[in-house]
């Protein structure tokens, strides 16, 4: 009996399997986006409609073309269902998207600050989108047990050791590690 009003919960909700959701590819934050969606075979005269889920803000799409585009205001992940009506069709097609937007500047922990010896380890992922330079500088400070923030009496800052690619087309990556 649950099983079965699992499934009819999910009929009713229309979820699809996420596996079906196509990933588009990604926009930046501030900056113009544009992409076609993908579509039915015969999409040329089709109309295009967001039947679930949200666009970023700043990003339109256009019901004639399936053209996704405009300059997302903020970052995030965002999940839509398009619906997909051709003429002549005996029912539309739906599809289900993923578009993530990242920030300009954006960093992510790869090994989160830990005491290691009489020193403070911890390394960040950065990456930038912008074309401009970078100056950036991260400050691991220790919390103790209560809360208070201390600093050893003899710190000494290393410099820190970085390395920069650019994979394809995409954003330099740069991985920095610090005490």
Known sequence: MIVALLLL??????????????????????????????????????????????LPEGVRLDGNTGVLAGRPTASG?????????????????????????????????????????DGIFGEVLVTSYSADPVDLTVIIVAVNETGRATAPSRWQPTAPRRACSRPSRSAPRCRTAST
Do not use: C
């Open 9 to 54: 919960l999910s009929a009713i909700s229309g979820a699809q399997n996420p596996s079906d959701e196509a990933v588009l590819p990604h926009a930046v934050a501030t900056r113009d986006y544009r992409t076609q969606l993908p579509g039915a075979p015969d999409a040329r005269s089709a109309n295009w409609r967001v039947v679930q889920g949200k």
């Open 77 to 117: 992940e965002f999940h839509f269902a398009v619906q997909i009506t051709v003429p002549g069709a005996v029912r539309p097609v739906m599809r289900t998207l993923r578009l993530v937007v990242a920030g300009l500047l954006n960093i992510a922990w790869q090994q989160p600050a830990a005491k290691r010896g």
